[in-house]
């Protein structure tokens, strides 16, 4: 097993036409690190809570409540001194545990270091967070139709409103922060709720990854993974490329005993065969930080020792995806593999990427490795409706918090938002860019910095360019923390 345990790794692909009830190809959700073995504190510092939540912020008939997990640290906490408050705002990921020690270990430093309240937010629907004993994935109005973007910041701001009211912490500022999806969370509560959180700490967030939104391209995420890959191990793309070409000509019988699966043969083995494949290589190629430590060397050098082009993604699945490998037989076993792609995890950020969440990324097999599939709305809007009932929303985030004017309005607007990229994530490129949307907006940009490894804790193979960027986020975060409130520090 690899020693980096991911909370989130479910890539659900298909690949074929994309018609009613049949998910179109390609479909990608995130990918997230969580903790890496041995760096988890033990004891915990933190301490585990509930909170008993508003079901329904938006609807005063609906008097419903459930329990959201969250955590605090508040053996740092400078208390009765102003001392900020740390949130970060958890989003798909799930158990928010899984994340304190590694993913988000330089933001809990730099916490500790400032005496701050240290708090971690669960989602709602995710991890234990689930606001029904059962059925809280059900494609119902008052089931799944109760997780949005807006229900959760309300939930965060209900949560930070009665810490500060718990603590006597109304005259502390408040940071949000976050990575990937938790980033835009992070950003949207600073941007939402100007009242209540000061600062907005956002590595890695794909805030433009939406349709019609000027610059962004769709093919820019796997141009980006597979620009990875040939940085890091040259001609490895063609590889893959070969790889993809072999698994979708074959049979299922020349699959199954290819790549020795426990199943017996059923059509469209062959897509969640490649499936297992694609997840492998989207992870590798988001992950590169560091790259001495990258597993797409290893996994390149697997592939290119392939006897056939068949064997290219069996070699791949047998060094880089051995949670479903049964031990002894060594069987690849397909029923767990799509038994994850059906955790209540994996529905939850199904459901927002159906809805409000939708990341226009295909591929063409030119700029990048993998099979064509143009993204559309259109394209996602069958199997949205047969899964959940639904149909895209994808302009309801952009006009709500006026993203599709970020260099204008929203700059002009808004403050004390820290955003942070890795030129080698590829969700940078449905970011806001590389340079500073204001004085007040700034952007630090890490040139090997992959997905969300600013967050990160310290490790020995930190590069120069990493310890220099987290230095710089610290020394704009100090600046906003000791500006008094008096200077506009919450005004919108």
Not at 89 to 112: I, M, N
Not at 379 to 396: E, I
Request: charged share 15%; proline share 5%.
């Amino acid at each position: 097993m690899a020693s980096m345990v991911a909370a989130s790794l479910a890539v659900t692909v298909a690949v074929g036409a994309a018609g009613d009830g049949q998910r179109p190809p390609g479909t990608i959700r995130y990918h997230r690190r969580g903790r890496l073995s041995g760096t988890e504190a033990t004891p915990p510092e933190y301490t585990i809570r509930t909170f008993t939540q508003t079901l329904d912020h938006f609807n005063a008939e609906n008097s419903g409540t459930f329990a959201q997990r969250f955590l605090v640290t508040d053996k740092y906490y400078h208390r009765g001194t102003g001392a900020p408050i740390f949130a970060m705002t958890g989003a798909e990921g799930g158990d928010v545990t899984q994340f304190y020690d590694f993913a988000y270990g330089h933001a809990v430093e730099y916490a500790r270091k400032r005496g701050a309240l240290i708090l971690f937010l669960e989602h709602r629907f995710f991890g234990e967070s689930l606001p029904f004993r059962t059925g809280s994935d059900a494609p119902l109005p008052n089931r799944l139709g109760l997780l949005s973007v807006e229900q959760g910041l309300a939930d965060y701001a209900t949560i930070i409103h009665s810490i500060r009211d718990e603590y006597g912490a109304w005259d502390a500022k408040v940071v949000t922060f976050g990575g990937s999806l938790a980033g835009t969370l992070a950003a949207l509560m600073r941007v939402r709720y100007p009242n209540l959180v000061d600062i907005g700490w956002a590595s890695s967030t794909p805030l433009l990854g939406y349709p019609d939104i000027p610059g962004i391209s769709q093919y820019s995420w796997r141009k980006q993974i597979t620009e990875n890959f040939e940085q890091l191990s040259p001609r490895c793309p063609e590889i893959v490329r070969n790889g993809f070409a072999a698994i979708q000509d074959a049979d299922s019988a020349t699959i199954r005993t290819t790549f020795n699966v426990c199943e017996a043969e059923y059509d469209g083995m062959w897509s969640d065969v490649q499936g297992v494949a694609w997840g492998v290589l989207e992870s590798d190629g988001e992950f590169t930080y560091p790259s001495s430590t990258s597993k797409i060397p290893a996994h390149c050098k697997a592939m290119s020792e392939a006897a056939t082009d068949l064997q290219i993604f069996n070699a791949l699945i047998r060094v880089g995806a051995s949670e479903y490998l049964e031990p002894g037989s060594g069987c690849l076993n397909l029923t767990e593999y799509k038994a994850a792609g059906q955790s209540a995890d994996a529905t939850g950020w199904n459901y927002l990427a159906c809805t409000e969440i939708m990341h226009p990324i295909g591929a063409n097999n030119i700029t990048d490795m993998f099979p064509p599939y143009t993204w559309s709305v259109a394209g996602t809007a069958g199997w949205c409706a047969a899964q959940f009932h639904v149909t895209p929303r994808p302009d309801v985030i952009p006009q709500e918090f006026g993203l599709g004017h970020i260099h204008g309005r929203f700059a002009a607007t808004h403050r004390n938002i820290l955003f942070v990229y890795g030129l080698m994530d590829p969700w940078h490129t449905l970011g806001v860019g590389l340079v500073n949307l204001s004085l007040d907006l700034p952007v630090v940009v890490v040139p090997d910095g992959s997905h969300c490894a600013d967050m990160e804790a310290a490790q020995p193979a930190d590069t120069k360019t990493m310890l220099a960027a987290r230095l710089r986020e610290e020394g704009i975060l100090d600046q906003w923390l000791n500006l008094n409130r008096a200077n506009g520090l919450s005004s919108s």
